[in-house]
């Protein structure tokens, strides 16, 4: 779609003919760049705000013992050894348990316990490289605990399949079909089994009702019951047990990409540099001073009427940020991205399976009042949702996704933070991209993504780079992670205006998003060590990245592009999405 | 959808005794009698009714009554003067306000307010009786009798500050005075003021809008149902072009006649909800809470754009005052499951440019005027069919004076449809919100005077909808669809989707 031509000759708002200040040309000066500088530029980063990743959600955590190879077999290593699938129930996701006092998940990750114990030094030193919390120590001691028990269910015959798995197999289990209906059926045979046998049991203890001694019968009776009370206890017992092991495992990190830098924020490497701090002969102005001159913001009345850290849009504001929407839409969906607008409410378990913590202290994620809703920090989360508990067919991989939406965060102990002006707010809109692929595709996607930001921002004419995050950058589900980080010379410093994760299966496992490759693709597979797990499904890979998040790009698009007389130029790819609008001017106000 | 009528208990009347002269000069009448000021505190963030931590003793009160947390100027020496105009109009707005609880609320408060103002005279009396040299039992006396009078006073005034509360909660209640043109009765006494275009005759069997967006790949109910809950959908493909052209020409062709364009928040305050109007707390309210906040999201731009000169008085010299603002709005929609439902029609979150205009008291007829016509030059250009209605007192929701409802032809629900609405609400949200203005020296004086020309008056307030996005796509797809399941796009919107011309399958 040619939206330049048509929309030139639209003047709704009128044009201001000026041309392109010799200054602000967008520039492409070569890279990469002379390195001691960006590591200088580097402790300026610490204080970018992570408004656009998940990683501010989350606790943070990288493993550079694993290969990639390694992190590309491990989705076809995985197995549902423990059935602890996905159940993606529609209530909420954590309740307090109603015995113990421990909480609950109401939805299973299905995580690879078996893999975790057989590589627990790679798993350990990942937790520490990203400052997980996460404690691997009792995660292996529930395991074994939880297979002890079923062992002890399987040698008494007791059928503790009756309330877990069987259960499951029929809730939810059907659905997904293959690998996981065949893995449940011994199962189902073996509970079929221990009911034969019950009944078997019964039948005699039926037959001797009559002849038997008072003595005799008082001692089965006692049997019976202790029996009976057993199973139920161990029942008991192996719920709760899979339910903390469940909620411990949750919070281990992704693995990591082998080529992330190991260490905190300031370990980050640039890995691109575009363009270069631009010279101003005059005093600059930051946004807020351009925004309030230009008439474009209201702090102060957004304070009172929503509190602080809100914002209106006003004037040519709202121009611009319909601008920079439509723009990133219509760039983005030319790469073959379907255009999304997203539910902006969703459950709350949906908000924990793309790895966000709703109902943790301090959390980012503001929550529906009476309900198991909360609204979205980014549509990572409802695009990441839109294919939940599903097999994508593997012609439609990779599958992309362009989705426009508001994003609402609490900016909890965000108070001591960089918050001047549109930096932090609690309220903007935002352009994300959103890719389901298949586990070999992902780092060629990841790249595909940073390269569409990078295009997008160069195309602005901004000035920026792109850091490949360290380990104690990354949110729990990120294997790794791109930031880009953007000139603000009113601010004076660079500020993080946009992210591109690569999750792998971390997002997929829990919102339970498969693929089934066709048969074609199997040898390639088998090349990893068999151990018969290539199962006719398997879990797709995950990526997200922000095309525009509109109040950071604002503040680039003011600071950078401002002129000696307080007006600022808009980039050039913007006007024909503002009526061909070329400059921001207080005597545009006007016409108001 | 788009009113704020369906937040409220509907209530309407015209009171038909009124003449439009006695509306015009109603704000000018208005004193502050009772200093029920808006008080709407700046800092406001505590929830707007707490439950009363006294325990509701005290002799005005009986019972936990709540306590609101802001006052609305309501001018109860008018509402006193005029118990049979009011009366007819609560009950011709089906409103469920008790205005003899409210009268007896008022009697009660004034007979307190002049036992404190007596005590208070004579605890002065007694302090001024003690100044002089006294005998030391006179004296005794005296600081006996001033202790009495003052622990009596205490017990008075806390009584005078529940009463105040009570008779505040009440009174809000009381819904806005009715236009007098505005017909008296349940919704379908409304009134068609215009209608434009015809039903469209299809040579083939049309499709609905959910059936041609299924086709054309244009909504996801069934993902967002799982993600999110019923009523929630996903727009693709081109229904996002759609959306973003509908917003921005709706933007471009409402600013182009002075309104400033605004992007708003979507969480604000309950307070500033309540002065609004809507009832952030009620029972089945439509209105989505924050948790562990005083916070909720908007269910229109109504509210935030009614707030941004809250606690304010705006210069004679910018009135009218006029904005184009865009938000999404979200509602619950309780009690809605039997209403129809089907498709886009009544959803949980949809984009809206709502238009709001802040003028003077004697212009909001007018500005009324302006706004209902700027929609229907709007939806005219799109080439929809619609009828405008002047709305019945019985679907009025309390803040306002008058309504417009635009109700368009939507063919493949085989029904017409509310796409937008046009509330005067006088000076019901402005006495609640606290915006006045200062008219210039020239503008007071042809009033009748009565001495209450004070410096400031309180504006008056619109709101319209420019575009309401759902409903529009359904009007658009329903009608302008071909036999072969494309759609063509209207003109106007073409510029704003790059040209396009038709959605069809194959540009997939």
Redesign the interface.
């Known amino acids: ?3 330049q ?3 030139q ?2 003047t ?2 009128g044009q201001i003919r000026q041309l392109w200040g010799k200054e602000q040309s967008p520039s492409y000066p070569s890279y990469p760049p002379p390195a001691g500088e960006a590591i200088s530029h580097h402790h300026h980063l610490s204080l970018s705000g992570e408004m656009l990743t998940c990683g501010r959600f989350l606790s943070s955590s990288s493993s550079p013992s694993l290969s990639p190879l390694r992190n590309l077999s491990l989705s076809l290593l995985r197995r549902p050894h423990l059935r602890l699938l996905s159940s ?1 129930s ?1 209530t909420a996701a954590v309740e307090p348990d109603t015995k113990g006092g421990a909480a609950k998940p109401q939805w299973k990750a299905a995580i690879d316990f078996k893999w975790i114990r057989e590589n627990t030094d790679t798993v350990a030193a990942n937790i520490r490289d990203r400052n997980s919390t996460a404690n691997l120590d009792l995660v292996l001691q529930l395991y074994d605990e939880h297979l002890a028990l079923q062992k002890t269910r399987l040698s008494a015959h007791v059928p503790i399949d009756a309330i877990t798995e069987h259960s499951w197999l029929f809730s939810s289990g059907l659905k997904f079909g293959g690998n996981k209906s065949m893995a449940t059926i011994p199962n189902c045979d073996r509970w079929q089994e221990v009911e034969r046998l019950r009944a078997e049991r019964n039948a005699v203890a039926n037959k001797m009702k009559g002849k038997l001694e008072p003595s005799v019968r008082q001692a089965l009776v006692e049997e019976g019951k202790n029996l009976k009370e057993g199973l139920i206890a161990l029942e008991e017992d192996l719920v709760q047990l899979t339910d903390k092991l469940q909620l411990e495992a949750q919070s281990i990190p992704n693995t990591t990409h082998p080529a992330v830098p190991v260490g905190d924020e300031e370990s980050s490497v640039v890995r691109k540099e575009v363009g270069s701090q631009r010279n101003f002969n005059f005093t600059i102005r930051d946004h807020l001073q351009l925004g309030k001159e230009l008439e474009l913001f ?1 702090f102060d ?2 304070a ?4 602080s850290k ?6 040519e ?3 611009l ?2 601008a920079l ?2 723009w990133a ?2 760039e983005v969906s030319k790469k073959g991205f ?10 709350s378990s ?1 908000v924990e399976k793309c790895g966000f913590q709703p109902r943790a202290q301090n959390t980012q994620v ?5 309900s198991d ?1 909360c ?1 979205i920090g980014t549509a990572e989360i ?1 695009v990441g ?5 599903s097999i994508l067919p593997d012609s439609d991989l990779p599958r992309k996704y362009v989705a ?1 939406s ?1 994003c ?1 965060r609490t900016e909890a102990g965000a108070a001591g933070a960089a918050t001047r002006g549109l930096y932090r707010v ?2 903007f ?1 935002k352009v994300e991209m959103f890719v389901f692929c298949r586990p070999e595709e992902s780092d060629k996607c990841h790249e595909e993504l940073i390269t569409i930001e990078e295009d997008l921002y160069a195309s602005l004419g901004l000035h920026f780079k792109t850091l490949d995050m360290a380990t104690g950058d990354l949110g729990a589900p990120a294997y790794r992670k791109f930031d880009i980080e953007a000139w603000m010379p009113g601010l004076d410093r660079y500020g993080e205006i946009s992210s591109a994760s690569n999750c792998t299966d971390y997002q997929s496992r829990r919102l339970g998003i498969r693929f089934r490759p066709p048969p074609a693709d199997h040898p390639p597979t088998h090349t990893k060590k068999g151990k018969g797990s290539s199962g006719p499904t398997q879990f797709d890979h995950t990526l997200n990245a922000t095309a525009v998040a509109v109040p950071r790009l604002m503040i680039c698009i003011l600071e950078n592009f401002q002129q000696e007389d307080g007006s600022v130029v808009i980039p050039e790819p913007l006007r024909p999405f503002m ?1 061909g609008l070329e400059m921001l001017s207080p005597k545009t106000k006007s016409s ?1």
């Open positions: 779609m040619d939206f031509l048509i929309l000759r639209r709704s708002l993606a529609a209201d009345a957004a009172e009427v929503s509190g809100f914002y209106y849009l006003k004037n504001a709202v121009l940020e319909m929407v439509n839409i219509t379907t255009p999304l607008i997203t539910p902006e409410i969703v459950r949906v503001y929550s529906i009042d009476n809703q609204l409802p949702g839109i294919h939940m508990d426009y508001h609402f609690h309220q809109s009526g108001q």
